[in-house]
């Protein structure tokens, strides 16, 4: 089901670029009123404003619903089942032994009246 809608939402995506490239900006009528665009319509001189119009209104709207969908189904598959959502998932054996094997040294705490702390040495 989520491979269907990724493969319709990348369709629309790619007709709604290739129906903005094919429509003629708002300046184009100024020029159409004195003969120089008509000639150049695919779907006559009045019927493919409309007509590409209205087929780039559905299409946003089929890739609009499938990004929601997408969104849906990502949202799922985010929070795990028996997990509560705002807390980590922690593997304690996972930082028990990074922990060991951390090169960093541990430093302790300062002496009395010192404000440095002390690195023990590592030899």
């Given at each position: 089901?989520?491979?269907?809608?990724?493969?319709?939402?990348?369709?629309?995506?790619?007709?709604?670029?290739?129906?903005?490239?094919?429509?003629q900006g708002k300046g184009?009528?100024?020029?159409?009123?004195?003969?120089?665009?008509?000639?150049?319509?695919?779907?006559?001189?009045?019927?493919?404003?409309?007509?590409?119009?209205?087929?780039?209104?559905?299409?946003?709207?089929?890739?609009?619903?499938?990004?929601?969908?997408?969104?849906?189904?990502?949202?799922?598959?985010?929070?795990?089942?028996?997990?509560?959502?705002?807390?980590?998932?922690?593997?304690?054996?996972?930082?028990?032994?990074?922990?060991?094997?951390?090169?960093?040294?541990?430093?302790?705490?300062?002496?009395?009246?010192?404000?440095?702390?002390?690195?023990?040495?590592?030899?």
């Amino acid at each position: 089901m989520e491979t269907l809608v990724v493969i319709v939402h990348v369709i629309a995506a790619i007709a709604i670029i290739a129906l903005v490239l094919l429509q003629q900006g708002k300046g184009a009528d100024a020029g159409a009123a004195f003969g120089s665009g008509a000639s150049q319509t695919v779907f006559g001189a009045s019927g493919s404003g409309n007509f590409l119009t209205r087929t780039t209104t559905i299409v946003a709207v089929v890739f609009f619903v499938t990004s929601l969908v997408l969104a849906i189904f990502a949202r799922q598959y985010s929070v795990g089942a028996g997990f509560d959502s705002d807390a980590p998932v922690v593997n304690p054996a996972l930082l028990q032994e990074m922990q060991q094997q951390s090169d960093i040294p541990q430093v302790s705490a300062p002496a009395s009246g010192s404000d440095i702390p002390v690195v023990p040495d590592s030899q």
